[in-house]
């Protein structure tokens, strides 16, 4: 069964930076569309940012020209360059992925445990 682990998240001050990474552990499958998504107290988890297996990007309006996805296939790696945060930025972000197993042609999605990412002002 594949695993995603996020890390890096933490503390940042207005205007900071943090990048975030996520691994799939594993074997046996293949990923697909990697994203990112972020739920901030009592709201419902949104859409950061996702990435397809060939780096075709997507961004919410919120973040976009301030945050960054990429990947590394050959590590099953997604990171989120995050800049310019701001207090409203201020989640726990969850990174999830699209795989599909060697043996079969279903997709399956999985979620990390998410790490918390706190802008103070």
């Known amino acids: 069964q594949v695993q995603l682990v996020e890390s890096g998240g933490g503390l940042a001050q207005t205007g900071g930076s943090l990048r975030l990474s996520c691994a799939a552990s594993?074997?046996?499958?293949?990923?697909?569309?990697m994203g990112w998504y972020r739920q901030a107290a009592e709201n419902k988890r949104e859409l950061v940012a996702t990435i397809t297996r060939s780096s075709s990007t997507d961004y919410a309006s919120s973040v976009k020209g301030r945050f960054t996805i990429s990947r590394d296939n050959a590590k099953n790696t997604v990171y989120l360059q995050m800049s310019s945060l701001t207090p409203e930025d201020t989640a726990f972000y969850y990174c999830?992925?699209?795989?599909?197993?060697?043996?079969?042609?279903?997709?399956?999605?999985?979620w990390g445990q998410g790490t918390q990412v706190t802008v103070s002002s």
């Open positions: 594993g074997s046996g499958f293949n990923i697909f569309t």
């Open positions: 999830n992925a699209d795989v599909v197993y060697d043996s079969g042609y279903r997709t399956y999605t999985y």
